[in-house]
């Protein structure tokens, strides 16, 4: 039998970027612990798509596609899931896009577009989230997606470096001034993970063997590994844990 503290049921869990990827992974993984899921993401068949495919494990699957980086589209969605009797009581801020390029050759639209999505987007949907959750004085949990490039920097990854660093910040912000009102703010920092966001680096030999021969589990994450920490951090197991970023990492960051 599970442990009582890590059921979800009777929990609505609104889950961004989860018509693929880690985003779907971690709402499966917060289904299979009793939750009702809210999946999200931009592309309409994308997302219908990948709500069937819960839907056919026997989960119950809501929809909500809007962009994240879209204030009028967050406020608008969430009056939609308010009409519906909808209350989001764990929000998952996991949509996030990847640009590769060096700085000097980057545009501001292209920082701009980094930023709004892997950040601003975790300002937007998070304030209308955690108005309802103080309104409604139950608390809440907020888990923000985070990453390695949270603690470390790489080439060629600036706009995402500056803002997983500032996913990292904001997760502090959140709990400075929501933790008072029993709303968990967390980060999950996954290491490198076999998603869609990484094919091109799993195809690529140089890029692949160094993943392997840098991360001390030897191997690149599978987006369910992320499933056991989101459970933790969405669960009442989590409700003392405040303004965390934890890695699941395979022990990258813990070795040089
Ligand atoms: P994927 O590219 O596989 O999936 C991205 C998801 O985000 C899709 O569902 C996509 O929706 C959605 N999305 C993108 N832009 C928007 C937007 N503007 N509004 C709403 N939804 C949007 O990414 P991953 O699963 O690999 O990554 C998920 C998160 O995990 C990201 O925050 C990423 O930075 C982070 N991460 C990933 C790592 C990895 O190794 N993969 C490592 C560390 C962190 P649609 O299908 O409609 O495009």
């Known amino acids: 039998m599970s442990h009582p503290l890590f059921d979800l049921s009777g929990r609505t869990a609104l889950v961004t970027g989860s018509s693929r990827g880690l985003g779907r992974a971690i709402a499966e993984a917060l289904a299979e612990a009793g939750a009702r899921i809210v999946v999200n993401g931009v592309d309409p068949e994308r997302l219908a798509h990948g709500a069937e495919a819960l839907r056919a494990k026997g989960h119950a699957v809501e929809t909500a596609a809007f962009d994240v980086t879209d204030e009028a589209a967050v406020c ?27 700085l000097v050759d980057l545009s501001l639209a292209e920082w701009d577009q980094v930023l709004r999505t892997n950040l601003t987007s975790a300002f937007l949907v998070g304030r209308e989230a955690a108005r309802r ?33 500032g996913i990292k910040m904001l997760t502090r912000a959140m709990t400075a001034e929501w933790a008072a009102h029993g709303i968990q ?69 813990a070795v040089l």
């Open 185 to 253: 703010a967390n980060a999950i920092g996954p290491g490198y993970m076999a998603t869609e966001m990484n094919t091109a680096l799993i195809q690529n030999p140089d890029f692949d063997g160094w993943v392997k021969s840098r991360t001390p589990a030897r191997r690149w994450g599978l987006p369910n590994e992320l499933a056991g920490t989101a459970i933790f951090l969405a669960s009442a197991a989590s409700d003392y844990v405040n303004g965390q970023i934890l890695y699941v990492d395979g022990g990258m960051l």
């Open 133 to 165: 959750m103080i309104a409604r004085q139950r608390g809440g949990k907020i888990i923000n997606i985070g990453s390695l490039t949270s603690e470390a920097a790489r080439a060629t990854v600036a706009p995402y470096t500056a803002a997983k660093g």
């Open 76 to 102: 608008d969605a969430f009056a939609r899931l308010d009409a519906a009797g909808i209350a989001v009581d764990i929000l998952v801020n996991n949509a996030g896009i990847q640009l590769r390029k060096p």
